[in-house]
């Protein structure tokens, strides 16, 4: 006889997470982390911090973080939140944001967490087909909802919706949310940070995984008006007073300050995603336009499944989605250029 909370746990929608493996000898291009290291002075601003600082609370506003965002977007710091990477940031968003009545809209390809969230928290929601292009069309997302999310550029596809076409799904949904996760838009989109001051209902999330090359410091924020961000600082209340421990703060607060260290590695990531782009392309590859750190290709004669695993048994770690429509591509992650040879290396063996 089963007992009332295992049917609880077993009621609990599982999610997967890339696999992280120890990376020595591996090329790990799975889960889109930055090939090159955090700015140095992320590294001095934690150690000072390390002394009797770990003594003693964190900022429960995290101030300085706030602040130092909000001034990079010609924000307030109340149209600022800040969490443990935009996975909890996304997390409080679904929970006080996107719960609703009527069913949340979401690209039917796009970041697996979301499906995930709306099991955990009840969100009734309604996967939108790409187009045939595996492109998102603002157009479907018209008519009554109880709010709307996607990744901008889209994962795993890393095609990117231009501001205009954002401020679209804006107009067609002034009375719902409307979530743009911008975890990957350095690489290569406009930030919807810009329409914040004129859209009540945007909310803007982003992290410093990617192009600030700190997954393990595990920050990420969200950009809109105050009540929104009230809303998400409420339900962040109820968890936790303290949004981030003291060394997170301490390390973001140098990466936001460090632009020519961002803008560097930034360049990098894009020159490097050009060349492995056409490494591809020559190797037989149909690759997606890009505006991410990775990208999203197929081979016309080769199944995903058999690619992925012809690169593990060589130690080359990339992403392969068993899902209908996409289970062909690789999602590679935009490694360095000695990464992204031993990579193309394999391919050619394997194809
Ligand atoms: N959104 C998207 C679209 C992502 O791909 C990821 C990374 N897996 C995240 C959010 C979460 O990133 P993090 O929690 O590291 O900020």
Request: aromatic share 8%.
């Amino acid at each position: 006889m089963s007992r009332f909370w295992s049917d609880l746990v077993a009621a609990l929608t599982p999610y997967t997470p890339g696999e992280q493996p120890r990376v020595e000898q591996l090329v790990k291009l799975n889960t889109n982390e930055n090939p090159y290291p955090p700015s140095p002075a992320v590294l001095a601003a934690i150690r000072a911090d390390t002394g009797d600082g770990l003594r003693l609370y964190p900022d429960p506003e995290a101030g300085a973080l706030k602040t130092a965002i909000a001034q990079r977007y010609a924000l307030d710091a109340a149209q600022v939140f800040v969490g443990n990477g935009s996975d909890e940031v996304l997390a409080h968003t679904f929970c006080a944001l996107l719960k609703h009545a009527r069913p949340i809209l979401f690209p039917d390809v796009t970041y697996s967490f979301y499906p995930t969230y709306c099991g955990l928290y009840g969100v009734d929601y309604r996967p939108v087909p790409l187009d045939a292009a595996l492109r998102i069309d603002p157009e479907d997302y018209a008519g009554e909802n109880g709010g709307v999310i996607f990744p901008n550029p889209n994962a795993p596809t890393g095609r990117l919706l231009p501001l205009e076409a954002v401020r679209r799904m804006l107009d067609l949904n002034p009375d719902s949310v409307v979530v743009v996760d911008e975890a990957y838009i350095d690489f290569g989109g406009e930030s919807a940070a810009a329409l914040v001051p004129e859209y009540p209902n945007l909310l803007v999330i982003q992290t410093l995984s990617k192009s600030r090359s700190l997954a393990g410091l595990r920050v990420g924020f969200a950009l809109g008006q105050a009540p929104l961000i009230e809303g998400l600082e409420r339900v962040k209340n109820s968890f936790n007073s303290y949004p981030l421990g003291r060394l997170a703060i301490a390390g973001a607060v140098a990466a936001m300050a460090d632009e020519a260290y961002f803008e560097r590695t930034r360049q990098a990531v894009i020159a490097g995603r050009e060349r492995l782009t056409t490494g591809l392309e020559s190797l037989g590859f149909e690759v997606l336009p890009s505006a991410a750190n990775f990208v999203f290709a197929r081979h016309p004669a080769h199944r995903g499944e058999s690619l992925a695993a012809g690169l593990r048994a060589q130690r080359v770690l990339v992403r392969h989605f068993r899902q209908p429509r996409i289970e062909d591509y690789l999602r590679i992650t935009v490694g360095t250029d000695a990464q992204c040879e031993r990579l193309l290396e394999v391919l050619e063996a394997l194809c």
